[in-house]
């Protein structure tokens, strides 16, 4: 077996259409992980064995989560997973045909060989970019779908609160809150850049910049009556002055901790948890994982609106496999607007 060849993630290079790539964690980081924590691994393509097929990878998904798995749950020195689009250019499996674009979870390498099971095909639309089912239509918007419907079960009316909502999921939960009948919507970000963009693009009714001074401060300005619901992506402070701000029988939506990912000794959250009694509050956090039964709603349901232009896809693309580690580091600095999505080249 060829040990395949090493280099650091900030070696410029060219892939050759002969030579796979993967990309492997070499340590775990403490605090903000860095270019130095990964590397690039070449080995020639694989052959599909019997039962698999080769799929050549064109979009991939970098995603928050990836940094908590970087603490214990991805092994050292070895391929890490993550959200994919791919065609498949060899198959040895009549259930994986040869052209087909499939999703798969294999990612952070230009080429898999995977099996039936571990993909999912997916359903055409005409006018649906592909990069849609990494976003809107993929876990990123499915998990601001289970979250409103499922979890909060928003009421019409209801007036919400999202942290971190110029992210990924904050701007689908915007989007889809608005079409699902939500009142007044409020959504922090990090920076005066990102605040426009939500009231001018995504439709938030008021937008604040968490750097601008105290969360609860600012929220109690932007909501100066209350809000019913607060989907949270970030913890910390976020959590504390939503809970201050919720009225009775509030919700709370717990999806991330993006603000303690990368400060492992950040201080407790502190609240009233009196107020939880008094006001008859429920938190509720879940994983998107246990919720694939709702994909084929979230289709029926986004998909004609955007097709209709009341929808819209909000996307930071980086074009480039050799670009997935700086794009993944990037999106944990706030670099993006919307889902932070990696293409293999501008053709898509």
Do not use: C
């Not at 992210?167 to 990102?194: D, E, F, H, M, P």
């Amino acid at each position: 077996m060829t040990t395949p060849r090493t280099t650091p993630v900030t070696t410029p290079r060219t892939v050759s259409p002969d030579v796979a790539l993967t990309v492997q964690q070499t340590a775990r980081p403490t605090g903000f992980p860095t270019p130095g924590h990964f590397r690039f691994a070449e080995s020639a393509v694989p052959e599909p064995a019997p039962g698999t097929a080769l799929v050549e990878n064109l979009y991939w998904s970098v995603d928050p989560y990836h940094r908590e798995m970087m603490d214990g749950d991805f092994e050292l020195n070895a391929p890490l997973e993550g959200r994919t689009l791919g065609r498949v250019v060899a198959s040895r499996d009549p259930a994986l045909r040869e052209g087909e674009i499939v999703f798969h979870r294999l990612g952070w390498r230009t080429h898999s060989v995977v099996r039936p099971e571990e993909t999912r095909r997916l359903p055409h639309h005409d006018g649906v970019p592909l990069s849609a089912h990494l976003g809107l239509f993929g876990g990123t918007g499915l998990t601001a779908y289970v979250g409103l419907t499922r979890i909060a079960r928003l009421r019409e009316g209801d007036d919400v609160f999202v942290s971190a909502a110029a992210g990924g999921v904050g701007t689908a939960t915007g989007r889809l809150a608005r079409l699902l009948g939500a009142g007044r919507l409020v959504g922090s970000a990090g920076s005066a850049a990102k605040v426009a963009y939500l009231k001018e693009q995504v439709g938030y009714d008021e937008a604040f910049d968490h750097h601008g001074g105290s969360v609860a401060g600012q929220l109690a300005k932007a909501a100066p009556t209350g809000i019913d619901l607060f989907v949270d992506n970030v913890g910390g402070e976020h959590l504390g002055a939503a809970i201050g701000a919720l009225r009775g029988r509030g919700r709370v939506v717990r999806i991330g901790t993006v603000g303690q990912y990368n400060t492992p000794d950040a201080p407790p959250v502190l609240y009233n948890h009196a107020d939880v009694v008094e006001k008859s509050l429920r938190i509720e956090g879940f994983l998107v994982s246990d919720y694939q039964d709702v994909q084929e709603e979230l289709y029926a349901f986004a998909v004609p609106h955007l097709l209709a232009g009341r929808l819209a896809l909000d996307e930071t693309v980086v074009d480039g496999f050799e670009g997935i580690v700086e794009a993944f580091l990037s999106m944990l600095r706030g670099g993006n607007t919307g889902k932070m999505i990696v293409r293999r080249d501008a053709t898509g």
